[in-house]
T-cell receptor, first 111, second 113 residues
Framework: QKEVEQNSGPLSVPEGAIASLNCTYS??????FFWYRQYSGKSPELIMSIYSNGDKEDGRFTAQLNKASQYVSLLIRDSQPSDSATYLC???????????FGAGTRLFVKA | EAQVTQNPRYLITVTGKKLTVTCSQNMNHEYMSWYRQDPGLGLRQIYY?????VTDKGDVPEGYKVSRKEKRNFPLILESPSPNQTSLYFCASSWGTGDDTQYFGPGTRLTVL
């Protein structure tokens, strides 16, 4: 079982719709959770971080964390073509002092 | 401008020829890390460093070496590259022990023939 799992996609949504990206992780003691966006040919950049159960909102982005279910998600409201990218879920565990990345979900927003 | 730089950006080499990929950050970050990115596998950590002279293995350290003699620099060394090390490599840095936002360099695309 992979430590951080994401649906590879591609996920295709029309412009203006809500895109929902999901991630599950296996290490129960994981403490910090991140969503990175990576455009084709570019390096990853942080979109959201979340550390406690519940929702965290930043503009059009909402991260949701459920530690009991070992599940973290990213919602993108009013999706724009510029949101088309690969979204990487990352989980940090104090046990290993390292961040584990999922393989990423490709998102296409159709104009 | 706060940034992480890597050099070279592109490199084609042959099996067995030693190479070094440099990484430098100007943000006074303590934590630095090297990742490789392969299709379908995502980012996998090669080595990380929590401070000067403190380094440790990540998930895929075989065939790689690192050093951290200065806080700003964290070079990745391939003593004897092999074709299975053909990949896209990213250096990253962050303030703390890694449980913080990581800032990535632009990437180095390495091809080993």
């Amino acid at each position: 079982q992979k430590e951080v799992e994401q649906n590879s996609g591609p996920l295709s949504v029309p412009e203006g719709a809500i895109a929902s990206l999901n991630c599950t992780y296996s290490d129960r003691v994981s403490q910090s959770f991140f969503w990175y966006r990576q455009y084709s040919g570019k390096s990853p950049e942080l979109i959201m971080s979340i550390y406690s159960n519940g929702d965290k909102e930043d503009g059009r982005f909402t991260a949701q964390l459920n530690k009991a279910s070992q599940y973290v998600s990213l919602l993108i409201r009013d999706s724009q073509p510029s949101d088309s990218a690969t979204y990487l879920c990352a989980v940090w565990s104090a046990g290993g002092f390292k961040t584990i990345f999922g393989a990423g979900t490709r998102l296409f927003v159709k104009a | 401008e706060a940034q992480v730089t890597q050099n070279p950006r592109y490199l084609i080499t042959v099996t067995g020829k030693k190479l070094t990929v440099t990484c430098s950050q100007n943000m006074n970050h303590e934590y630095m890390s090297w990742y490789r990115q392969d299709p379908g596998l995502g980012l996998r950590q090669i080595y990380y460093s929590m401070n000067v002279e403190v380094t440790d293995k990540g998930d895929v350290p075989e065939g790689y070496k690192v050093s951290r003699k200065e806080k700003r620099n964290f070079p990745l060394i391939l003593e004897s590259p092999s074709p299975n090390q053909t990949s896209l490599y990213f250096c990253a840095s962050s303030w703390g022990t890694g449980d913080d936002t990581q800032y990535f360099g632009p990437g180095t695309r390495l091809t080993v023939l």
